[in-house]
Nanobody, 118 residues
């Protein structure tokens, strides 16, 4: 059994910053790719940032240069530092982790709300 839990969302003014965290726990052998997805109101969920176990990162054009994804492999945790936030960054942010236990599976967190508004 693997649990993935996000934290760090909230309300922030345009131009502000937030840091999201996502921790995986359970009978984990290793974690491959970890990623953050965003689901704006009324829109589908989409990937915005990902990081491999070796630390190779990838970003959506909409967040490139403003958001930074990082991970702590010893803590099975991934972070998303979000700077220069815009109202269009509003949405529910989900963490996804590709986790190896006795098999390899894709696990999602419950999501954390980020609202950018003045």
């Amino acid at each position: 059994q693997v649990q993935v839990v996000e934290s760090g969302g909230g309300l922030v003014q345009p131009g502000g910053s937030l840091r999201l965290s996502c921790a995986a726990s359970g009978r984990i052998i290793s974690i491959d790719n970890m990623a953050w997805y965003r689901q704006p109101p009324g829109q589908p969920r989409a990937s915005i940032a990902s990081i491999t176990s070796a630390g190779v990162t990838n970003y959506a054009d909409s967040v490139q240069g403003r958001f930074t994804i990082s991970r702590d492999n010893a803590k099975n945790t991934v972070y998303l530092q979000m700077n220069s936030l815009k109202p269009e960054d509003t949405g529910v942010y989900y963490c996804n982790a590709i986790v190896r236990t006795t098999y390899t599976g894709s696990y999602w967190g419950q999501g954390t709300q980020v609202t950018v508004s003045s």
